[in-house]
């Protein structure tokens, strides 16, 4: 069964809040879900040097009751969280410095199990993942 955008009410996001992470393009795409007419409460889970550009990002973008920065967290509330979640929002970019982030994939293998696989991004993956989100939702 494939996850309708409509059927998701929390995304989760963790990890370090640094450039190559991408959540300011999690951020963007949540806004532009929510724009589109979808409602996705969605919650960063982790800390870092970008944590005031993506408080100022969701601000500016009039996000405050849609996307919340938690901070770190205790391993175990971090696994709780995953378990409430309906998804995980993973981006990921090439860094101005030129470092990179892996980002996680899923493919549903021959018995119609979710696996996880990792590849890395290209140049301009970022502003195509955000397009394909948003088609996505345009067709939902």
């Known amino acids: 069964a494939v996850l309708s955008l409509q059927a998701i009410t929390l ?62 967290l205790p391993h175990r509330e971090v696994v709780g969280a995953m378990h409430e979640a309906d998804c995980m929002g993973l981006p990921c970019r090439i860094g101005s410095a030129g470092g990179r982030a892996g980002k996680l994939t899923f493919r549903i293998t021959p018995s119609g199990q979710p696996a996880p696989s990792t590849r890395r991004m290209t140049p301009g993956a970022n502003a195509s993942a955000v397009s394909q989100c948003t088609t996505a939702a345009s067709r939902a």
Do not use: C, W, Y
Request: hydrophobic share 40%; proline share 2%; aromatic share 4%.
């Open 11 to 72: 995304e989760l996001g963790v990890g370090r809040l640094v450039e190559k992470k991408g959540f300011d393009s999690l951020i963007s795409a949540v806004a532009l879900l929510e724009n589109r007419g979808f409602s996705v409460a969605t919650v960063i889970v982790g800390e870092g040097p970008q944590r005031g550009h993506l408080e100022a990002r969701i601000g500016q973008l009039q996000m405050e009751g849609k996307i919340r920065l938690t901070g770190s």
